[in-house]
């Protein structure tokens, strides 16, 4: 399985506003082009941090939802303007799972 580890600093005393945002309007547009969301995550020592885990079966799968995602119009006109405003910063780790991890 291949993973993204995406890291986010967000806009300090916003990560609680961020959070809420993403369960509640990221998350569903994220699912609904089939990817997964594994996990989510806030630093215990930043409190300005926020990170969460992105799940494919294949490069191939990730492409084609990477692409839906952010080329919709929903991504374009409302999701992006609105993270743009609460985002310092991001990084994306991509990683493969070894052969005995559990995802």
């Not at 409190?47 to 079966?57: A, C, E, N, V, W």
């Amino acid at each position: 399985m291949l993973v993204e580890i995406r890291r986010y600093t967000i806009e300090p005393g916003r990560r609680d506003e961020f959070v809420a945002w993403f369960e509640r309007e990221v998350m569903p547009a994220m699912e609904a082009e089939g990817m997964r969301i594994l996990g989510m995550f806030v630093g215990v020592e930043d409190p300005d941090s926020f990170f969460y885990l992105r799940g494919f079966t294949s490069e191939e799968e990730r492409a084609r939802q990477i692409e839906a995602f952010y080329d919709s119009a929903e991504w374009d006109h409302t999701l992006r303007p609105r993270a743009m405003e609460m985002e310092e910063s991001f990084h994306v780790e991509l990683v493969r799972s070894t052969e005995h991890s559990p995802i």
